[in-house]
């Protein structure tokens, strides 16, 4: 049976002994049926892979003993930043699994003109904390051992101004795109960039015009997907997709 993988949130390193985090415990006992002596295992998103063996199972925790650390890296060679318009519910979740899946490297959630969800306080934060644990899932599920960030949520004027900084122009070799059904180019027709990726996707009802003016400005190209308008969820991992097929993992 395949070893399984747990995210562990803190420092680990060989011959520690560690409590599993509630939720994983749960898992490995109750789902998965695993007993002292059994192999898991771990990762912390520092880039190692840890081998860890049960060492005991009680009412209070699921201790395991870390035996060995190896580097392992299944990252991309393309580093994409996904700028995505917050969508409703299991919406962005599916958004932000699939998006770590296909090897995005960190997310942006931003509240757009025609977003429906609006976060703020509380809530905003109970928000940011499900999505890295869903990030953080997808990891395990994946084989990732860096866990991508889930940025703070910012409305896209906000966004577009602190990458921008100085100037609107990317730099550095890097690529900015933003997805519109009213596009001219296609991904095809842009050069390999030089760095990293910069992915605008809006939210259910897309980007205004007044943010497809304020992305231009800063330096986003629109580029479309092709004859087919796209819900957000599918808009960005077909992007993300079709970016690791012509530059990326493929």
């Known amino acids: 049976m395949r070893i399984p993988r747990f995210y562990f949130p803190d420092p680990l390193a060989p011959g520690a002994r560690v409590a599993l985090p ?5 898992h490995a ?4 049926r695993l007993g002292e002596n059994d192999l898991v295992r771990l990762f912390n998103g520092d880039g190692c892979e840890y081998r860890a063996r049960i060492v ?4 209070q ?3 395991v003993l870390i035996e060995s650390a190896a580097p392992l890296s299944c990252e991309s060679p393309l580093n994409v930043l996904l700028v995505q318009g917050i969508s409703s519910g299991e919406r962005m979740d599916y958004t932000l699994q699939k998006s770590v899946e296909l090897g995005v490297g960190a997310i942006q959630p931003i509240q757009a003109e025609r977003s429906v969800v609006k976060l703020s306080g509380e809530r905003m934060q109970k928000r940011m904390q499900h999505w890295q644990s869903v990030v953080a899932s997808a990891c395990e599920q994946s084989g990732r051992n860096v866990v991508p960030e889930v940025r703070p949520v910012s409305g896209l004027m906000e ?3 602190q990458a921008s900084g100085a100037g609107h122009q990317a730099s550095g070799g890097e690529l900015r795109i933003h997805l519109s059904p009213d596009a001219e180019l296609s991904l095809r027709d842009l050069e390999k960039p030089l760095g990293p990726v910069v992915l605008a996707a809006g939210p259910e009802g897309g980007f205004s ?3 497809h003016a304020a992305l231009k400005q800063c330096g986003y ?12 969820e599918t808009a960005a991992l077909a992007a993300l997709a079709a970016l690791q097929i012509l530059w990326g993992d493929y």
């Open 22 to 26: 509630q939720d994983a415990a749960h």
């Open 221 to 232: 190209i629109a580029v479309k997907l092709g004859p087919r308008i796209l819900r957000t």
């Open 56 to 59: 005991r199972i009680d009412k």
């Open 209 to 211: 015009d007044h943010e």
């Open 159 to 161: 966004c577009l101004a």
């Open 61 to 63: 925790a699921v201790v």
């Open 29 to 32: 006992v109750r789902v998965l």
